[in-house]
């Protein structure tokens, strides 16, 4: 059975950090590029920060650069992101993603707030 399953979510005040993690089971972990990805309030789900299988980074968005790190433990078929400086517009349900020639999976997020 494949599960993601994220944690590290939280309140935390602007400029704080936050670190999420998301554990993947059920599927070939280290065979799957893993993103995270983050949906405010009346927004549409967008991309925050992708890793390939490799563990080269490939983007993040404009939006967070300087600020969230995304990293991979294959031994531990877990992704993190890193978040530092949040400011309230970072506030969004944030979601691990994993994709490998076609076969893509979900978790079901967990909820970041930004607020004074």
């Known amino acids: 059975q494949v599960q993601l399953v994220e944690s590290g979510g939280g309140l935390v005040q602007p400029g704080g950090s936050l670190r999420l993690s998301c554990a993947a089971s059920?599927?070939?972990?280290?065979?799957?590029?893993m993103s995270w990805y983050r949906q405010a309030p009346g927004l549409e789900r967008e991309l925050v920060a992708r890793?390939?299988?490799?563990?080269?980074?490939?983007n993040y968005a404009d939006s967070v650069k300087g600020r969230f790190t995304i990293s991979r433990d294959n031994a531990k078929n877990t992704v993190y992101l890193q978040m530092n400086n949040l400011k309230v517009e970072d506030t969004a349900v944030y979601y691990c993603?994993?994709?490998?020639?076609?076969?893509?999976?979900w978790g079901k997020g967990t909820q970041v707030t930004v607020s004074a």
């Open positions: 059920g599927f070939g972990f280290n065979n799957y590029r």
């Open positions: 890793i390939i299988s490799v563990g080269i980074v490939t």
């Open positions: 993603n994993a994709w490998a020639g076609g076969m893509e999976y």
